[in-house]
């Protein structure tokens, strides 16, 4: 027989199940069965008749995606995956400390004006950004009224794709510096003016090693989402912009190489689970 001890325990236990049995079902289905097969996929033949992967298995799709043609793509995804964290750092860091600090009673509605490109789908969000930066469109205008004005506008162009990729990864850097400007302690500012350090001094000794684990964090919100992105680079940019992202969106589109674009899949994976290992402890605190 079970005493009241066992029966407590068992009820729990059933309690805890069926609280986290829905999303464990979830990530089942819609993540790990479809990694599943994607990473079957990257060791199968390629089906040139029928655009799918077969039988036997091979290491041909990894051997061709780490081939050094495809090295230039993978640098490219790299740097605008990192200048798109910077940018968006840059942006988002002023913004997140003006809410925290003087955003007062008004903090959520500046918090919600934030997040109000969400509303709106991404893709209905890149376009407008090709109208702007089209050669007739408004960007283009403005520049030209100075002299820096394109004849085909800034479509196109590695410029193009890095602006697409700030605008909608933005939000993502500026809600987990505002939980860091939200935590950090603003009497160490105070503190460190009447030590004799000035602003520049206070901002790299104080405020930067402060807000710290939210820099991480929202780094890391940016760049796995940008290197992944395919959607910016085929729309802003051409065939000079490609990344790792749009290329597997072509071996699965037009190349008909489900293979190939499978193992790159996997490859870009492994980079982000590395990206997320090597700083995921330091960005833990703050997500």
């Given at each position: 027989?079970?005493?009241?001890?066992?029966?407590?325990?068992?009820?729990?236990?059933?309690?805890?199940?069926?609280?986290?049995?829905?999303?464990?079902?979830?990530?089942?289905?819609?993540?790990l069965?479809?990694?599943?097969?994607?990473?079957?996929?990257?060791?199968?033949?390629?089906?040139?008749?029928?655009?799918?992967?077969v039988?036997?298995?091979?290491?041909?799709?990894?051997?061709?995606?780490?081939?050094?043609?495809?090295?230039?793509?993978?640098?490219?995804?790299?740097?605008?995956?990192?200048?798109?964290?910077?940018?968006?750092?840059?942006?988002?860091?002023?913004?997140?400390?003006?809410?925290?600090?003087?955003?007062?009673?008004?903090?959520?509605?500046?918090?919600?004006?934030?997040?109000?490109?969400?509303?709106?789908?991404?893709?209905?969000?890149?376009?407008?950004?090709?109208?702007?930066?089209?050669?007739?469109?408004?960007?283009?205008?403005l520049?030209?009224?100075?002299?820096?004005?394109?004849?085909?506008?800034?479509?196109?162009?590695?410029?193009?794709?890095?602006?697409?990729?700030?605008?909608?990864?933005?939000?993502?850097?500026?809600?987990?510096?505002?939980?860091?400007?939200?935590?950090?302690?603003?009497?160490?500012?105070?503190?460190?003016?009447?030590?004799?350090?000035?602003r520049?001094?206070?901002?790299?000794?104080?405020?930067?090693?402060?807000?710290?684990?939210?820099?991480?964090?929202?780094?890391?919100?940016?760049?796995?989402?940008?290197?992944?992105?395919?959607?910016?680079?085929?729309?802003?940019?051409?065939?000079?912009?490609?990344?790792?992202?749009?290329?597997?969106d072509?071996?699965?589109?037009?190349?008909?190489?489900?293979?190939?674009?499978?193992?790159?899949?996997?490859?870009?994976?492994?980079?982000?689970?590395?990206?997320?290992l090597?700083?995921?402890?330091?960005?833990?605190?703050?997500?």
């Amino acid at each position: 027989m079970t005493g009241p001890r066992s029966r407590r325990g068992i009820a729990r236990g059933l309690a805890t199940a069926g609280q986290l049995g829905p999303a464990a079902l979830w990530l089942v289905l819609f993540l790990l069965v479809p990694l599943a097969l994607v990473v079957q996929f990257s060791f199968a033949t390629r089906d040139t008749g029928a655009a799918r992967a077969v039988l036997p298995w091979t290491t041909l799709p990894y051997r061709t995606a780490l081939d050094p043609a495809f090295l230039p793509i993978f640098w490219r995804t790299l740097v605008y995956a990192t200048v798109t964290t910077a940018a968006c750092l840059v942006l988002a860091f002023p913004l997140a400390w003006f809410i925290a600090r003087h955003g007062g009673r008004f903090r959520t509605v500046l918090l919600a004006l934030v997040l109000i490109p969400f509303w709106a789908s991404y893709l209905a969000r890149v376009y407008a950004w090709k109208a702007l930066l089209d050669g007739d469109g408004p960007i283009n205008r403005l520049l030209d009224l100075v002299g820096l004005g394109r004849a085909g506008g800034y479509l196109l162009t590695d410029t193009a794709v890095v602006l697409g990729l700030t605008y909608g990864f933005l939000p993502f850097m500026v809600l987990p510096l505002y939980v860091a400007c939200v935590r950090f302690d603003h009497q160490l500012v105070e503190a460190s003016y009447d030590l004799g350090h000035g602003r520049l001094g206070t901002f790299f000794r104080v405020v930067l090693p402060g807000v710290l684990p939210g820099i991480l964090a929202g780094a890391l919100l940016v760049l796995v989402p940008a290197a992944g992105d395919f959607v910016t680079p085929s729309l802003l940019g051409g065939v000079d912009q490609s990344t790792f992202g749009s290329v597997v969106d072509d071996q699965f589109g037009g190349g008909n190489n489900w293979p190939l674009g499978s193992a790159m899949a996997v490859l870009l994976l492994i980079l982000v689970v590395v990206a997320l290992l090597a700083r995921g402890r330091r960005g833990e605190d703050v997500l």
